[in-house]
C-alpha cells in the first residue's frame, strides 16, 4: 500500500509513504522521476492495512503531515516527526485531512468525529454537533420500553431507550456505556433485564450487568492450539437455550453456562 502526495507550491516535489516489511519515506524534487529515501525509522507507516496517507502544507512543501494512531507533523521535509495534537484534544486513530489554502485551517477526519484547527495546528476543536457514529451491530430486548444494544467502531458498547417521555428526543445522557474499544456484537441476557453480552476487538468477550455496574471477561480459555479471533468475532446466543451462547474462532466455541465454562464443537475450519 502506498500514501502519495504533492507540494501545491512547488509541484515537483513529491512524496511518498511506502508499505514494506520496512516501510519508508520517499521523497522526489523532479515529478517523480528520481526518489530519495528520507526516512525508515519504525513509526513511519504505522498500521498501513487501517491507514497509510501524508499530505503536503500548501505553502510550505517542507512540512508534512502524517496520519495513523496519531498525528504526526513534520517540518523538514519528513526526515523527522512530531505529535501534532495531544489525546485531550482528539480522538486518535486520524484517516482525513483538508487543508485550506492558506496552510492554516485544517479540518480533520478520526475515528471520534472531526476536530477543526485554524492556526496550523497549534489549537483544536471538536465539532461537538455532528452526530458521526459507525455500529458494528444493532440488537434489542423485549423490555418495556425496548431497549437498543449496539456497538460503535472504537467508541465502546451501548445501551438505551428505544423511545422516552421527554420532549423532541432521547439525550445522549439515557445512553449507558457497556464497554470500551472497539465495539462490537452486544446483545441483551433474555434472562436477566439490563444484563448482556459485549465484545472488543480480536474476540474479547465479556458479560455485563447494569444493575451492580460490573462486568467479566468471558474468552474462552486456550486449548494447546492458539485460537484466532476476527477483529471482529462471530458471536450468538442460543434462540431455544438462551443460557447457551456461541463464539467463533478457528473454532466454534460453546458454553452453556452464560461463558462460565466452554468446549469446543468443530474442527479447525480454516
Same mark, same amino acid.
Given at each position: 500500500r502506498m500514501g502519495i502526495a504533492f507540494s501545491a507550491n512547488k509541484t515537483e516535489n513529491v512524496y511518498a509513504l511506502v508499505e514494506a516489511k520496512k516501510s519508508v519515506l520517499l521523497r522526489s524534487s523532479d515529478g517523480g522521476f528520481n526518489w530519495q529515501e528520507i526516512n525508515n525509522q519504525s513509526d513511519v507507516g504505522n498500521r498501513p492495512f487501517y491507514y497509510h496517507r501524508i499530505w503536503v502544507n500548501p505553502v510550505n512543501e517542507n512540512i508534512l503531515y502524517m496520519l495513523h494512531t496519531r498525528m504526526m507533523i513534520s517540518e523538514d521535509a519528513g526526515k523527522t516527526f512530531r505529535n501534532l495534537t495531544g489525546f485531550r484534544q482528539a480522538h486518535s486513530d486520524f484517516h482525513a485531512m483538508w487543508i485550506h489554502p492558506n496552510g492554516?485551517?485544517?479540518?480533520?477526519?478520526?475515528?471520534?468525529?472531526?476536530?477543526?484547527?485554524?492556526?496550523?495546528?497549534?489549537?483544536?476543536?471538536?465539532?461537538?454537533?455532528?452526530?458521526?457514529?459507525?455500529?458494528?451491530?444493532?440488537?434489542?430486548?423485549?423490555?418495556?420500553?425496548?431497549?437498543v444494544y449496539g456497538g460503535l467502531q472504537d467508541n465502546g458498547s451501548w445501551m438505551g431507550?428505544?423511545?422516552?417521555?421527554? *420532549?423532541?428526543?432521547?439525550?445522549? %445522557?439515557?445512553?449507558?456505556?457497556? /464497554?470500551?474499544?472497539?465495539? =462490537? +456484537? &452486544?446483545?441483551?441476557?433474555? *434472562?436477566?433485564?439490563?444484563?448482556? %453480552?459485549?465484545?472488543?476487538?480480536? /474476540?474479547?468477550?465479556?458479560y =455485563? +450487568? &447494569?444493575?451492580?455496574?460490573?462486568?467479566?471477561?468471558?474468552?474462552?480459555?486456550?486449548?494447546?492450539?492458539?485460537?484466532?479471533?476476527?477483529?471482529?468475532?462471530?458471536?450468538a446466543i442460543d434462540p431455544f437455550k438462551p443460557a447457551t451462547i456461541y463464539l467463533g474462532s478457528q473454532f466454534v466455541h460453546r458454553s452453556p453456562d452464560k461463558g462460565r465454562t466452554w468446549e469446543i464443537i468443530s474442527p479447525d475450519l480454516t
Open positions: 492554516e485551517m485544517m479540518v480533520v477526519g478520526n475515528d471520534g468525529g472531526v476536530v477543526i484547527s485554524y492556526n496550523r495546528g497549534n489549537n483544536w476543536r471538536f465539532v461537538e454537533n455532528l452526530p458521526l457514529g459507525q455500529f458494528y451491530h444493532v440488537s434489542f430486548d423485549m423490555e418495556i420500553p425496548y431497549n431507550p428505544a423511545y422516552v417521555l421527554k *420532549e423532541r428526543a432521547i439525550y445522549s %445522557y439515557l445512553w449507558k456505556t457497556v /464497554g470500551g474499544g472497539d465495539g =462490537f +456484537d &452486544t446483545e441483551p441476557d433474555p *434472562e436477566k433485564p439490563g444484563a448482556g %453480552y459485549g465484545m472488543s476487538q480480536g /474476540g474479547n468477550l465479556y =455485563f +450487568d &447494569t444493575s451492580t455496574g460490573t462486568s467479566r471477561g468471558i474468552v474462552p480459555t486456550e486449548s494447546d492450539v492458539k485460537h484466532r479471533y476476527n477483529w471482529n468475532a462471530g458471536f
